[in-house]
Each structure stands twice: as structure tokens, then as C-alpha cells.
């Protein structure tokens, strides 16, 4: 069987097994999301500069937020527990924060104001840009910088106190800022003469910065701010593909270094902990890599419904063993599990059975052998049949079943 007639087999059933969820409702187009490390809590604001936020339960129930804010809102963010969220005012980019609790009748405590000098925008920047927000891995502190760093410090805020630190060097040029894996570390990102990104670890308490990854391209953090990961692109005429490493950030010790199928760089999609990252691709497969170690990466089917052409904001959610992809588009915010693409080859056409929970499949590279699959949990074979007939299969051939799905009919021979 051909690999694009393999994949495109498995999609058909694996489409089933995404067990997506969506939140929509957002007033205007999502123009950006965080989310907490479980995914459980989401805040969103639009073009409009509105904030909803949406709380969503283990068994699946979402609860939606209108934050009706009287000033318009941009760059949300969620603390790794979910339990703060904040985002800066457009008026006058200030930082404002909220305590949330999911379980109350309304989940959105008062809000808090982080009083500060404001920023001041360039005429032509709109101002979208400028302002930089982050909390800490312990929701203890929250970091507040800005593009134009020559002119705004870079500050550290106790948000339950209200008391700033103003960190004592300026840090020009940051696209990114992240707090590191403690409350005294952070990460900052910005571009090199070469027009690459270049990260550096910033201690709060003296401004001593320590590069961390050079000319890197895709560069991020995970949630806890534990990894960075970064990419070197590949050149086409020493057919070296890209290469992509991830980066301790305690000790600055390079984890892994793994090569690409491509020579060019794509974002790599880490998850909250640290412990693995997702390598999006234009093609039926993508590829699920462990940050440390040498293992070989689990090859996943590419969710349907993702768009490859423009890179929306993407989260790494869910276990080893069921990831799950979150990303935005224009309307909504969705979460698809992503399913293995190994295991057995696919022989014919699968067969879903009854609501899609169960997949009946001819396997091996004979076909001789039916099985009844889990499409979802475990994935235990129900049943398993061998097929000896003395006429094979054909590869096209679709399984005949009746309604009420107690009988099939499979190769008919003498």
C-alpha cells in the first residue's frame, strides 16, 4: 500500500477519534489566546479589543465569560494554574489582573491595577505591540516589558502587593519576554543583526544576562518556562535539513538536537511542562518529539481542520499518549487530539461501526486479518478474525455489513 493511500485511510477513521472541542462566542474576529497548562482555562480577545474567557470542565462542559470590560483589552494572559489572568488596558496600556475562581457564581474577582508610568507608542506601531506580560511559574509575580525597552524598564510585579522592581539594566530589542523556571529568571527574546533570535536568561535581582540560544529561528518557551526551543534553518545545497534543539533553561544545557525532514524551519509547538513539542507539517503526518533523550518521534496524523498557510497561535495540551492540539482561528478556539499513525498497516477501506466508537479494519500486508478497533481510550482490538481464503482480497474492496451490524461479508470463494 502506498503511504498516501495509508495516510488517507487513516484519516478516515482517525477523524473520528480527535474528540474535538471548540469554545466560540467571541464578539468580532480572535485576534489572541493564552491558556492555562491544562487548557482549562482559555482567555481570548477579539479585534474589537473584548475579552471573554472560557472555563472548561474535565467532562467536557464549557462555561463562557463575557468580561465586559468598559476599556478595550489586548495581550491576555493566563497564569500556568489558571487561577489569574490578565491583560493590558488600550487606553494606556496598563496591566490589569484578576483572581479566578471556576467553581464560584461569578468566576472573575475584582480587578487589580498595576500602577505604573505609561507607554507610549510610536505613531506607527498602533500601539498592538508594545506592551509584553507574563506570570511567573507560581502566579507569585508578574513581568511587564515593553518593544521599546530603551525607554521602559523592564518591571517585575507583585501583583498582591501591588510593589514593582524595575530591573537595574535595560534589555533593548525584546520581541519576547517569559519568566524562567523560578521567580527570580527570565527569558527574554530578541532579533540579531542577522535578523535571527537570540535569547538570553535575565536574573531580576542584578539585570546579568546569559545567552541561552544564538541565531535561532521559531524560538519559544514552555508555559513553565523550563525548555526553550529553537531551530537552525537546513541548507538545500549540503542537503542538511533544519535542525531543531531544545535548551534547559536552569543550566543552559542543550536537551536534544533533532533534524528535520525539511531544510526549513517551522514553529515547534512545546507543551506547558516542558516535556515534549509538536513539528506541524504541510503533509498527511506530523511529528510529536520528546524534549530530552534520543527517542524516535511518534508519528501523528495531521488534524484535518488546522490550517499549515498562516500560523495561528498553537498549545500543546493533553498526555504522552493522547496530545492534544489546540489552536485559534478566526471565529473559534479548538482542541483536537492527535492520533497515532503508527501501528499496523491498513488494508481496504476501514468501516466505522454504530456512533464511531468502534472501526472495523482489514490489517497486514495480505489482508488477512479483520479486527474490531476502538477508535478512542485504549484502543483494544475487540475481535480478531484470520481470513484464509484462497482468493485475496481486493485492496479497494468496501466490507459489506448489515444494519443492525451483526454480520459481514467479506472475499467469497469455493
Given at each position: 500500500m502506498s503511504p498516501a493511500l495509508r495516510n488517507a485511510l487513516l484519516r478516515r477513521y482517525a477523524s473520528v477519534k480527535e474528540k474535538a472541542w471548540i469554545l466560540s462566542g467571541v464578539e468580532g474576529k480572535i485576534d489572541s489566546v493564552a491558556m492555562s497548562a491544562n487548557g482549562a482555562v482559555t482567555l481570548a480577545t477579539s479585534d474589537t479589543r473584548r475579552a471573554t474567557l472560557f472555563l472548561r470542565t474535565k467532562q467536557g462542559k464549557v462555561r463562557q465569560v463575557n468580561l465586559c470590560l468598559r476599556p478595550n483589552v489586548l495581550k491576555p494572559t493566563v497564569s500556568l494554574d489558571g487561577q489569574r489572568i490578565a491583560y493590558v488596558r488600550d487606553e494606556d496600556r496598563a496591566v490589569v489582573w484578576h483572581d479566578v475562581t471556576p467553581t464560584a457564581p461569578y468566576p472573575v474577582g475584582p480587578a487589580h491595577l498595576l500602577k505604573g508610568p505609561p507607554v507610549k507608542a510610536k505613531p506607527d506601531d498602533g500601539g498592538n505591540l508594545r506592551k509584553l506580560i507574563d506570570f511567573s511559574r507560581t502566579s507569585r509575580y508578574l513581568v511587564e516589558a515593553a518593544a521599546d525597552s530603551a525607554t521602559f524598564p523592564v518591571r517585575v510585579w507583585d501583583p498582591k502587593t501591588g510593589r514593582r522592581h524595575d530591573l537595574p539594566k535595560n534589555i533593548p530589542g525584546i520581541k519576547s519576554?517569559?519568566?524562567?523556571?523560578?521567580?527570580?529568571?527570565?527569558?527574554?527574546?530578541?532579533?540579531?543583526?542577522?535578523?535571527?533570535?537570540?535569547?538570553?536568561?535575565?536574573?531580576?535581582?542584578?539585570?546579568?544576562?546569559?545567552?541561552?540560544?544564538?541565531?535561532?529561528?521559531?524560538?519559544?518557551?514552555?508555559?513553565?518556562?523550563?525548555?526553550?526551543?529553537?531551530?537552525?534553518?537546513?541548507?538545500?545545497?549540503?542537503?542538511?535539513?533544519?535542525?531543531?534543539?531544545?535548551?534547559?533553561?536552569?543550566?543552559?544545557?542543550?536537551?536534544?538536537?533533532?533534524?528535520?525532514?525539511?531544510?526549513?524551519?517551522?514553529?515547534?509547538?512545546?507543551?506547558?511542562?516542558?516535556?515534549?513539542?509538536?513539528?506541524?507539517?504541510?503533509?498527511?503526518?506530523?511529528?510529536?518529539?520528546?524534549?530530552?533523550?534520543?527517542?524516535?518521534?511518534?508519528?501523528?496524523?495531521?488534524?484535518?481542520?488546522?490550517?499549515?498557510?498562516?500560523?495561528?497561535?498553537?498549545?500543546?495540551?493533553?498526555?504522552?499518549?493522547?496530545?492534544?492540539?489546540?489552536?485559534?482561528?478566526?471565529?473559534?478556539?479548538?482542541?483536537?487530539?492527535?492520533?497515532?499513525?503508527?501501528?499496523?498497516?491498513?488494508?481496504g477501506v476501514p468501516r466505522l461501526l454504530g456512533d464511531g466508537r468502534t472501526v472495523l479494519v482489514r490489517l497486514g500486508e495480505k489482508g488477512d486479518s479483520l479486527r474490531v478497533m476502538e477508535t478512542e481510550g485504549d484502543n483494544r482490538d475487540l475481535a480478531t478474525v484470520s481470513v484464509k481464503a484462497k482468493t485475496p482480497p481486493a485492496k479497494e474492496q468496501v466490507i459489506a455489513i448489515n444494519k443492525a451490524e451483526t454480520l459481514m461479508a467479506d472475499v467469497i470463494h469455493p
Open positions: 519576554i517569559w519568566f524562567g523556571p523560578d521567580d527570580t529568571t527570565l527569558v527574554a527574546m530578541g532579533a540579531t543583526a542577522s535578523q535571527t533570535d537570540a535569547m538570553d536568561t535575565v536574573d531580576i535581582r542584578t539585570g546579568t544576562r546569559r545567552r541561552l540560544v544564538r541565531d535561532g529561528r521559531e524560538s519559544g518557551v514552555s508555559g513553565d518556562g523550563s525548555v526553550a526551543v529553537t531551530c537552525h534553518q537546513g541548507d538545500g545545497e549540503s542537503s542538511a535539513n533544519a535542525l531543531y534543539q531544545t535548551v534547559r533553561v536552569a543550566d543552559r544545557r542543550v536537551l536534544r538536537s533533532y533534524r528535520a525532514d525539511t531544510t526549513s524551519c517551522g514553529p515547534a509547538v512545546l507543551d506547558a511542562m516542558g516535556d515534549r513539542f509538536v513539528l506541524p507539517d504541510y503533509g498527511d503526518t506530523w511529528e510529536v518529539v520528546s524534549v530530552d533523550g534520543d527517542d524516535r518521534p511518534r508519528e501523528v496524523i495531521a488534524p484535518s481542520r488546522v490550517s499549515t498557510d498562516i500560523t495561528p497561535e498553537r498549545f500543546l495540551l493533553g498526555s504522552e499518549k493522547e496530545p492534544v492540539l489546540a489552536f485559534k482561528g478566526d471565529s473559534s478556539i479548538s482542541g483536537q487530539t492527535l492520533v497515532s499513525a503508527d501501528g499496523d498497516t491498513a488494508y
